[in-house]
């Protein structure tokens, strides 16, 4: 009781941040024990990759918004043209997220990938193609999302820097004017 | 205008500043704000919206409204010291453009499912009145194609009477591969298809296989299974070939369905030779 205390103290959103961990956790841990003991390719398949896809999903849509203020998404506009869009808080409520919340987020994302990698490296080494291809489609997904935030974090830093010119400019220019207006 | 969902954290920092300073800094905002702003542009009928609703950083992108789910959100946090700029916005009928950014996670599930369904039904049931087919399947998304792909590699593994496994991972990475291999057919015939939307396109096309192999598992009559088998498959074919056709030239068109059609083809085969 006192640990979860402790630890629903230091995240801000610390239900959020269960279920960021929990999908990956399962994915790979379901992947691991029941290679190891069940030998039934078909249930191995589709329960990781099922656990996969949840993950994608809930850290594309609810804890890359909640715990990093970031969201991104790929669009077709009237010509046809594939957009990807990117979107962030403005910058106080930026500044606003729990460092915490953001270190764990950024940290699990890339742990993720690199124990797929891992396994993958382990699949190869047995020559187990199927199990090569769970390894690739969880692998695909935690590459697709990191680079999607990644890209995301990169522009709304410079959205930032560009907020930050302009409202400094607009403040001198405002303070510039109530000056001449006095005059 | 809600600023009541729960976990809405107020996008507008300029609190302190009198409404006058506001608009001067938004007047002076607004060219970059257009880049700042990730607005995203609404199905045609509402175009104006991404350009009069930069009143602010604060990201207001807008959705395409889905028939229940979102007019509630449409209506919510607009930031509150811009009330007065945000009169253009709410010109278009649609309200302000919703916040995707702080809305509850049960509008985002909503959101995807209704979309899902919606993207079902425009590419399975074909509609002889379709305006332009390229536009359907705008909002891509890959969760239908995803569930049609495993559902019909289980039945596939299910009827099988040995092989399970292979035949799973046979069926899921013939129809996985092939979707990509038919994209990039496309792409390569100097057609213009989105990656995305195509292999979007060729899975929700799979639906109707799906319930052809369903069939063939519940009964396991030859004569009936091929029966099956080849009208869903034409029903198939013909929910894939507006999209196909309208993205190539016309001269081309066989060459890009034709690849279809033969992927489509050993599936049923596959179906049917399943005992």
Known sequence: MKLLQAVSENYANPITCFFHVLFKAAALAFYILFSLFVKSFVIIFVITVLLAALDFWVVKNVSGRILVGLRWWNEIDDEGNSVWKFECLDGESLARMNKKDSWLFWWTLYLTAAAWIVLGIFSLIRLEADYLLVVGVCLSLSIANIVGFTKCNKDAKKNIQAFAQNALASRVTSSLQSAFGVI | ?275
């Not at chain 2, 700042?36 to 104006?48: E, T």
């Open chain 2, 1 to 275: 205008m809600s600023h009541n969902h729960g976990d809405t954290i107020p996008l507008h920092p300029s609190s302190a500043q009198s409404d006058m300073d506001e608009i001067e800094s938004l007047i002076h905002a607004a060219p970059s704000s257009a880049t700042v702003l990730p607005a995203r542009p609404p199905s045609p009928p509402r175009a104006s919206i991404p350009i009069s609703s930069s009143p602010a950083p604060a990201p207001v992108p807008s959705k395409p409204p889905l028939p229940a789910a979102s007019i509630p959100i449409s209506v919510s946090p607009v930031p509150p010291a811009s009330a007065s700029v945000s009169v253009p916005i709410g010109a278009d009928g649609f309200g302000p453009p919703p916040n995707t950014l702080t809305e509850p996670v049960w509008d985002t599930v909503k959101r995807d499912l209704a979309r899902i369904v919606s993207n079902l039904k425009l590419v399975v049931f074909p509609n002889p009145y379709r305006e332009d087919p390229g536009k359907a399947l705008r909002d891509w998304d890959l969760w239908g194609p995803f569930f049609f792909i495993v559902f019909l590699g289980l039945t596939l593994s299910w009827s099988a009477s040995v092989k399970k496994s292979e035949v799973f991972a046979v069926a899921f990475a013939v129809l996985a591969a092939g979707a990509i291999v038919l994209t990039l057919n496309v792409l390569l015939l100097g057609g213009h298809i989105i990656f995305f939307q195509s292999l979007s396109l060729l899975g929700y096309c799979l639906f109707p296989l799906d319930v052809g192999a369903l069939v063939c598992m519940l009964k396991n009559n030859v004569v009936l299974k091929i029966v099956v088998v080849t009208i869903t498959l034409a029903w198939s074919s013909w929910a894939a070939y507006p999209f196909m056709s309208a993205a190539v030239n016309p001269r081309r068109k066989a060459l890009a369905l034709y690849p279809v059609f033969l992927m489509y083809i050993s599936v049923g085969f596959l179906i049917i030779a399943i005992d």
